[in-house]
């Protein structure tokens, strides 16, 4: 239910700019993906079970190919900036977790495939998107507030902040190929519960790449 209101929000959203805009784009991209919240190697170690972290936490690095949809539309055709979304699907094909594994001080961490334990991810986002463009290349830079799920919103729900310089190349007056990095960093967890409103401590990163095709319409 969740994952439909925001996808007919963004819809209805660049509907209603759209009127008014001098160009939209909509790319079709595929991408690949790093999702983890492992930050060091080899990992902290020392603390206390009653901290709960990293002592029952789990450290996850996983990788994802996907497919990435986008949309931005400028408001006139000599704008430097316009409004951008994007709707990504990540499907997992390898995943590794470190978990603590042990009682007391006698514990050590543990590493095993966890693929079987991963969902496929979906995210979207909204915000501003600023270019410069030179000939037939475009060079971007959206900003995106981001909201999504791991496990398709069946406990709660990730915020964070998406940036994804790019580079579109036109082949046409219409036509590009588009390339991109991305980095969404997942700074907040809001649960579906009555005890906690939201999941303290929690961050996963996503860093990417991805490679597509687009049209411009108007401009």
């Not at 409004?83 to 006698?106: C, E, H, K, N, W």
Request: charged share 20%.
């Amino acid at each position: 239910m969740m994952r439909k209101t925001v996808s007919v929000v963004l819809f209805l959203l660049l509907a209603a700019v759209l009127d008014a805009a001098a160009a939209f784009d909509l790319r079709l991209a595929g991408e690949w993906s790093y999702d983890t919240n492992a930050f060091s190697s080899p990992l902290p170690t020392g603390y206390d079970l009653n901290d709960g972290f990293p002592n029952g936490g789990e450290f996850l690095k996983r990788m994802n190919l996907g497919l990435h949809l986008s949309a931005d539309v400028y408001f006139s055709e000599d704008s430097r900036w316009g409004l951008s979304s994007f709707i990504s699907f990540r499907f997992p094909y390898q995943a590794r977790s470190t978990i603590p594994d042990g009682v007391g001080t006698d514990w050590e961490y543990r590493t095993e495939d966890s693929l079987s334990r991963q969902d496929t991810s979906f995210f979207c986002g909204l915000g501003p998107v600023f270019r410069y463009r030179r000939g037939g290349v475009e060079i971007l830079l959206p900003i995106r507030f981001s909201l999504g799920s791991y496990d398709w919103f069946s406990t709660g729900i990730v915020a964070g902040v998406s940036i994804e310089p790019g580079v579109n190349v036109f082949l046409t007056d219409d036509f590009f190929l588009s390339f991109a990095a991305s980095y969404d960093a997942h700074l907040m967890k809001f649960l579906f519960s009555l005890r906690k409103v939201y999941d303290p401590g929690y961050i996963m990163l996503t860093a990417g790449l991805y490679a597509g095709a687009g049209f411009r319409f108007g401009g």
